[in-house]
Nanobody, 128 residues
Framework: QVQLVESGGGLVQAGGSLRLSCAAS????????MGWFRQAPGKDREFVAA????????DYQDSVKGRFAISRENAKNTVYLQMNSLRLEDTAVYFCAADRIRLSRSWVTRNPDDYDYWGQGTQVTVSS
């Protein structure tokens, strides 16, 4: 059974930092690009960041560039999202997703429909 389990969410003050983790099991982790998405109430799910299978390529939504950093440790089957300088608008449920690499696809994708597996999400709440 494939599982993606997020952790690290919680309540943090604006300007603070938080690191999310996503532990994967039941899959060959290095065969998947990994992504982070988020969804706030009343808003569409949006792409946050993605990282290629070997960790060499990263992509970020403009609003998080310079503040968030995605990384992975394939030996630990884990992908991370370091979030710094958090803002109120970062409040959302954050989802980890796995995208099996395919010859026809580029390194990473922002399209949630391209992802094969999803975690249950972890709540991040930024307060003033």
């Amino acid at each position: 059974q494939v599982q993606l389990v997020e952790s690290g969410g919680g309540l943090v003050q604006a300007g603070g930092s938080l690191r999310l983790s996503c532990a994967a099991s039941g899959l060959t982790f290095s065969s998947y690009n990994m992504g982070w998405f988020r969804q706030a109430p009343g808003k569409d799910r949006e792409f946050v960041a993605a990282i290629s299978w070997e960790g060499g390529r990263m992509d970020y939504q403009d609003s998080v560039k310079g503040r968030f950093a995605i990384s992975r440790e394939n030996a630990k089957n884990t992908v991370y999202l370091q979030m710094n300088s958090l803002r109120l608008e970062d409040t959302a449920v954050y989802f980890c997703a796995a995208d099996r690499i395919r010859l026809s696809r580029s390194w990473v994708t922002r399209n949630p429909d391209d992802y094969d597996y999803w975690g249950q999400g972890t709540q991040v709440t930024v307060s003033s």
